[in-house]
């Protein structure tokens, strides 16, 4: 064993690309976070700087991905919700990738009151943002996105 090695935790995951191929398989959460107490999430791995992180296919290849090409990342709700849980308005919309690809679900816009229209919320965006609905979790990557259209 390497005295460089740290424990992960394999969190599964699909990855959507902005080519329109599908990356299956797990990414290595932390035991914890840099920003916060507790364990590590797949948000905070994927707003840490840098733009690649590890990744392990189904078949057992691992890779380097690039955050970059992803559109949105599919992840099972974790036992324990309450680190994606956040205060704030909840949002029903329809997104439209750049590739084509389209996901519905619902987001939280934590801003700043007077500040907390949709609009508002995808300008200060940076990266990921977290989009739910009754199937799965996502991480949508908003520089992959082309339209948001809420539902009413």
Do not use: W
Not at 98 to 115: A, D, F, H, K, W
């Amino acid at each position: 064993m390497s005295v460089y090695r740290v424990e992960k935790t394999e969190l599964p995951v699909v990855i959507f690309q902005a080519d329109g191929s599908v990356m299956k398989g797990v990414v290595f959460l932390s035991a914890s976070a840099y920003n916060h107490m507790g364990q590590q999430t797949l948000l905070d791995l994927m707003k840490e700087p840098g733009n690649f992180f590890p990744f392990r296919s189904e078949a057992g290849s691992f890779c380097v991905a690039n955050k970059t090409t992803i559109t949105h990342i599919r992840f099972d709700p974790p036992a324990e919700a309450s680190a994606y849980e956040s205060l704030g308005d909840r949002e029903d919309v329809d997104i439209k990738f750049v590739g084509g690809e389209q996901l519905s679900g619902t987001l939280t816009i934590e801003m700043p009151e007077g500040r907390n229209r949709l609009f508002d919320f995808l300008n200060a965006m940076n990266g990921f943002f977290l989009l739910q609905n009754q199937e799965a979790f996502y991480l949508v990557n908003v520089a992959q996105i082309r339209d948001v259209n809420p539902r009413r």
